[in-house]
């Protein structure tokens, strides 16, 4: 079959979920990246569990997490660069091949070391695929329809966050961790070999013998050129923040303050989902009738009172519902700020998306640190109250500043 065998069809000025899904190169793109959504939350259970399994501590675990944060915030801008001067299509299938060997090459690592080293060098590949995904998507649909395809990827985020660990503990346990991993790398392969198929439009980029720092210091002028790009980008690193200082510290509030334990705890992670899947459905419905700048306002500031509040609950039913809150904000935020992004021309547009990227990891590098040192030096209280103002000064500063605009 051949690459047009799958086409985009024509922008149209129809809007909203049906006219995203009407677009079969977008259709196949979602669900394909669905299917690696769930793989990457069946590999994250997997290599918790041989981590764990080897070393017995906690320790090497949070040192496998950071693993996924770090190259966000050293290579999401540069790799954006490349993304710009590459066809992103290729891109995308050879990021998913490389990471489906990766992955097969996991149970041959017989040295904790390697195995560290083979995660790292995946979620550098990743890199590229991120930002390459996020500047195809506006190529796929009508301009109108871009919130709500924007908005179908957060649903199929949220969705594998609520199955994939699920899947993976079933496989694990019925075949062997091993089996987890044979399992994540097909969900690599399918999604390779479907964005092969596709005919992805894409300018073509002229040659010649442009220097990275040029290129990427383009990036950073276009950016600070536009103010809706700045908000936008501003709302990212906070809403990571509060959610990674969220993740830190939720179970301290779960054990310290509320006395519910581990199955709590998990409640409480849950309820974030819950409100993230809203937030997915409801910002691309909402996106059509209200300007998405305020929108994502909005959600920075519910995230801002929902941590704000959350030390000063006594019963977890009041924390399960702020939790929902704050991950109905989050995935609010999210969805407003990436298609304010891609508004971004298209020869730039791999750059906005991988200054995002790195500014997403440097959120939540920053929460991941600092969150738990700071929660024994000022108390877990302090951490949330001070993150959930910083939103919420975010939010209205934002404001005032459209406002004198």
Request: glycine share 10%; net charge positive; charged share 10%.
């Amino acid at each position: 079959m051949t690459e047009q065998a799958i086409s985009p069809t024509p922008p149209q000025s129809r809007a909203g979920f049906i006219a995203a899904l009407q677009q079969p190169a977008f259709l196949v793109l979602w669900l394909s990246e669905a299917l690696s959504l769930i793989g990457d939350r069946l590999l994250i259970v997997a290599l918790v569990m041989l981590v764990y399994e080897r070393t017995h501590s906690a320790t090497a675990i949070g040192i496998l997490m950071m693993f996924k944060a770090v190259p966000s915030l050293l290579l999401g801008s540069v790799a954006g660069v490349f993304v710009d001067r590459w066809n992103r299509k290729w891109v995308m299938v050879a990021s998913n091949l490389i990471q489906g060997l990766l992955v097969l090459l996991i149970p041959f690592a017989d040295a904790l070391p390697l195995v560290f080293a083979l995660y790292l060098a995946m979620s550098v590949v990743n890199q590229f695929f991120v930002p390459a995904r996020a500047a195809t998507i506006p190529d796929l649909v009508p301009p109108a329809a871009l919130m709500a395809a924007n908005s179908l990827f957060a649903t199929a985020f949220v969705g594998a966050i609520a199955v994939g660990p699920a899947i993976g503990g079933w496989i694990i346990e019925r075949f062997g961790i091993n089996a987890a991993f044979y399992a994540d790398a097909a969900t690599f392969l399918v999604p390779a070999l479907a964005v092969g198929m596709l005919a992805i439009p894409q300018a073509r980029r002229t040659p010649g013998n442009r220097k990275l720092g040029a290129d990427l210091g383009q990036g950073l002028a276009y950016a600070r050129s536009r103010t809706d790009i700045l908000t936008a980008l501003a709302l990212i690193a906070a809403a990571f923040l509060v959610m990674g200082t969220t993740s830190v510290l939720g179970v301290i509030i779960a054990q310290d303050a509320l006395h519910v334990g581990a199955g709590g705890f998990g409640l409480m992670m849950s309820a974030m989902g819950v409100g993230m899947l809203f937030g997915a459905v409801v910002a691309g419905w909402l996106g059509r009738k209200i300007n998405r700048a305020w929108l994502g306002v909005a959600g920075i500031v519910i995230m801002g009172l929902a941590t704000l509040a959350l030390p000063w609950v006594a019963q977890i039913n009041l924390a399960i519902t702020l939790l929902v809150l704050s991950g109905f904000g989050m995935v609010t935020v999210q969805v407003c700020s990436q298609t304010t992004l891609q508004s971004a021309p298209e020869d730039l547009r791999g750059r906005v998306m991988g200054l995002a990227q790195a500014i997403n990891g440097g959120a939540q590098f920053l929460a991941t640190a600092l969150a738990g040192v700071l929660a024994e030096q000022m108390g877990t209280a302090a951490v949330l109250m001070g993150v959930g103002l910083m939103a919420i000064v975010t939010g209205f500063t934002i404001t005032l500043q459209k406002r004198k605009n």
